[in-house]
């Protein structure tokens, strides 16, 4: 068997884990110094951003469920551990975090448009580890630029099962790089959403933009990915993978609403936050997410569990900083005016 481009998986998880948490991270400091800009309270907004990155990472797991898995979770109220992740899951847990955050914080301004070139970033990098890992890989292919992987990655299995490789051979036939078809389709996603950041008027419509061109790039890429390496939706319906159609609508029913939205609607200012953020509001959203973080430690790997750690510990010790400050500013008004 001739060998094309050989990935070596040996330290694959450990690229997957590390680029994983690299991603998060990047983006977060993206998105936090997006708004910075926009003059948005830091606390808030980091509490905000906190929310998302939080049920995005549930969101990813959730999704890659079983119907078994999720029978348990729902009588027995248990989450079985899992390391499979996928992002359209946590495309879902972003929202619903960033959404019920800012609903909490009475927060006033545009969350989701931060997210346009964000996210498309988070994916291309994450997508690095996917390949040196194998985690995904795609269908065989004659492309000059096809790639292989070692006889101890699932695309060898599935290969071995199909009888596209033999015992003794030690690395799979040759399949489509995907992982980097999808990082090279998030970086134009992310140019794009750049360049039309000014000419779409109405908040969140850059948010959807960026959605629908990623649900259309994966829509795509499911036809040259291998089934055997999908998580969710892989059963075929007419010649389509679940997951298509599923996409297959998000893009009809998005397009629509992005050009109603984009048509009917006036231009939206953003409106800044009211100078006085409740600090009762931020203490108890900081508190419920370290309950449920300590609640969920074990589903997290240690790099995940560490950074999540740090900013909830972070977050605290600045809310608390400020309450102690008003508490002082208070006392040292009451005391002149006792004295006055």
């Known amino acids: 068997m001739q060998a094309l481009f050989i990935i070596d998986t040996t330290n694959g998880e450990v690229y997957y884990k590390v680029l994983g948490l690299v991603s998060i991270i990047i983006v977060t400091v993206i998105v936090f110094y997006s708004g910075f800009k926009k003059g948005y309270p830091e606390i808030t907004w980091l509490l905000i951003i906190l929310s998302g990155g939080f049920l995005f990472m549930i969101g990813e797991k959730l999704a890659t469920y079983s119907p078994d898995e999720w029978m348990a979770f729902l009588t027995g109220f248990k989450l079985p551990i899992t390391s499979k992740r996928t992002v ?24 989701l448009d931060h997210y ?112 055997e390496s999908d998580l969710i939706l892989v059963r075929p319906v007419l010649g389509l993978k679940t997951i298509q159609w599923v996409l297959m609508g998000i893009i ?35 508190v419920l997410i370290a309950f449920l973080v300590i609640l969920v430690r074990k589903w997290f790997t240690s790099g995940e569990f560490t950074v999540i750690l740090s900013i909830v510990s972070l977050v605290i010790i600045i809310i608390l900083g400020k309450i102690s400050l008003w508490l002082i500013r208070s006392g040292f008004r009451h005391k002149m005016k006792f004295q006055e």
């Open 252 to 286: 009809i029913i998005g397009m629509m609403i992005l050009v109603l939205r984009e048509w009917k609607s006036e231009p939206l200012n953003e409106v800044l936050p009211p100078g006085r953020i409740s600090v009762f509001r931020q203490a108890m959203l900081i």
């Open 116 to 227: 346009a070139i964000a996210l498309p970033l988070l994916i291309a990098i994450s997508r690095i580890g996917c390949l040196m890992a194998g985690c995904c890989f795609g269908t065989p292919t004659d492309l000059p630029w096809g790639i292989q992987y070692n006889f101890t990655t699932p695309a060898f299995q599935a290969h071995l099962l199909n009888r596209q490789v033999q015992f003794d051979d030690n690395i799979t036939a040759a399949v489509h790089p995907v992982q980097i078809y999808e990082m090279i389709g998030c970086l134009i996603i992310a140019f794009l959403a750049w360049k039309i950041r000014r000419k779409l008027i109405v908040s969140g419509s850059l948010f959807l933009f960026s959605l629908l061109c990623y649900a259309a790039l994966r829509f795509l890429i499911e036809f040259i990915r291998a089934p």
């Open 88 to 111: 359209l899951g946590g495309i879902i847990g972003l929202m619903i975090g960033l959404i019920l955050a800012k609903k909490w914080l009475r927060f006033q301004a545009p969350v």
